[in-house]
Nanobody
Framework: QEHLSESGGGSVQTGGSLRLSCAAS????????VAWFRQAPGTEREGVAD???????YYADSVKGRFTISRDNANNTLYLQMNRLKPEDTAMYYC????????????????????WGQGTQVTVSS
């Protein structure tokens, strides 16, 4: 979806950090459930983290303790701080937005999100 635009991806060595940003435009706001997903070649798109007005409600076990999702309401931007990166974090990263609060369940489903960005590539070299 053209209403969301990711940036901040790049190449980094194992143990490095990146900060991804997702800016909303048009009629999309980040006021409800927003999320980061990632997809490596040949794999399904998986949820990384989500966030609503109550704060983060989901982190994938593989990123918990290393990644932090946050939102700046003033500029309607979603962030993903990625620390201690590993080669298995290599993927296209996408932001997504919904019109409802997050479910708070044990998973985050890509099918629940209507609006998507074009993706930003993260490559972690070992």
């Amino acid at each position: 979806q053209e209403h969301l635009s990711e940036s901040g991806g790049g190449s980094v060595q194992t143990g490095g950090s990146l900060r991804l940003s997702c800016a909303a435009s048009g009629d999309i706001t980040m006021g409800y459930c927003v999320a980061w997903f990632r997809q490596a070649p040949g794999t399904e798109r998986e949820g990384v983290a989500d966030l609503d007005s109550d704060g983060p409600t989901y982190y994938a076990d593989s990123v918990k303790g290393r990644f932090t999702i946050s939102r700046d309401n003033a500029n309607n931007t979603l962030y993903l701080q990625m620390n201690r990166l590993k080669p298995e974090d290599t993927a296209m990263y996408y932001c997504a937005a919904d019109g409802w609060d997050c479910t708070g369940g044990p998973t985050v489903d890509a099918g629940d999100f209507e609006y998507w960005g074009q993706g930003t590539q993260v490559t972690v070299s070992s």
